[in-house]
């Protein structure tokens, strides 16, 4: 069964050290999505990604985070300089098209930032 | 405004009863997607359901079943008989076209099932 990968699983990082985080959705889906849990927290969203860009961000999503669909399958999510307040799980999402709900969810990215 | 409400943060049943999780949901769309996800222990996100606003049909699915009533926004799920491997956090979700489609979440039951 296809399914959202990603990588690392785990990751520590120094504060104001750059984070990246990566993403293989499943092949054929449009909507790709990017979501974070604080420990013991709601999932959250982050951004939303459809055709190359942007579709819609959060407030979250501020000038430090940034999104690249590089090659085609890769995703990923870039911190640039991490606060200790960015430690949490990330999610990345994706979706087949507009009108099928359903997200499918990678195991998540738990990154803590010392 | 979009939102999920699940009003329990925490539930714990001994193994055998059958417990039910709440959902209240607030949405301005005619179309719009309702869910629920699991989060075990291990912390992935595992789906369960999708319920579309058109279909208010009632679904059960072993243990699992689910209430959709669009009079009282609520979308609540029952576990019947529940299990150990039951306990985790569950999430009730929603999607509609307000928000750009973006799944919003409510902020979870920790539902703890004893031996």
């Known amino acids: 069964e296809p399914e959202v990968t990603q990588t690392p699983s785990h990751q520590v990082t120094q504060m104001g050290q750059e984070v990246i985080l990566r993403c293989v959705p499943i092949?054929?889906?449009?909507?790709f999505y990017w979501y974070r849990q604080i420990l013991g927290q709601k999932v959250e969203f982050l951004v939303s990604f459809y055709n190359n860009e942007i579709s819609e961000k959060s407030e979250i999503f501020d000038d430090q985070f940034s999104v690249e669909r590089p090659d085609g399958s890769n995703f990923t999510l870039k911190i640039r300089s991490t606060k200790l307040e960015d430690s949490a799980m990330y999610f990345c999402?994706?979706?087949?098209?507009?009108?099928?709900?359903?997200?499918?969810f990678g195991e998540g990215s738990r990154l803590t930032v010392l | 405004a979009q939102k999920v409400t699940q009003a329990q943060t925490e539930i714990s049943v001994v193994e055998k009863e059958d417990v039910t999780l709440d959902c209240v949901y607030e949405?301005?769309?005619?179309?719009?997607?309702l869910f629920w996800y699991k989060q075990p222990p291990s912390g992935e996100l595992v789906f369960l359901i999708r319920r579309n606003s058109f279909d208010e049909q009632n679904e059960i699915s072993g243990r699992y079943s689910w209430n959709f009533q669009k009079s009282t926004s609520s979308f609540n799920f029952t576990i019947t008989a529940s299990q150990v491997v039951d306990s985790a956090v569950y999430f009730c979700?929603?999607?509609?076209?307000?928000?750009?489609?973006?799944?919003?979440f409510g902020a979870g039951t920790i539902l703890r099932v004893k031996s």
């Open positions: 949405t301005r769309d005619t179309t719009y997607y």
């Open positions: 999402a994706s979706r087949p098209g507009l009108l099928t709900g359903e997200l499918f």
């Open positions: 092949s054929n889906h449009l909507y």
């Open positions: 979700a929603l999607r509609g076209m307000e928000y750009g489609n973006k799944l919003v």
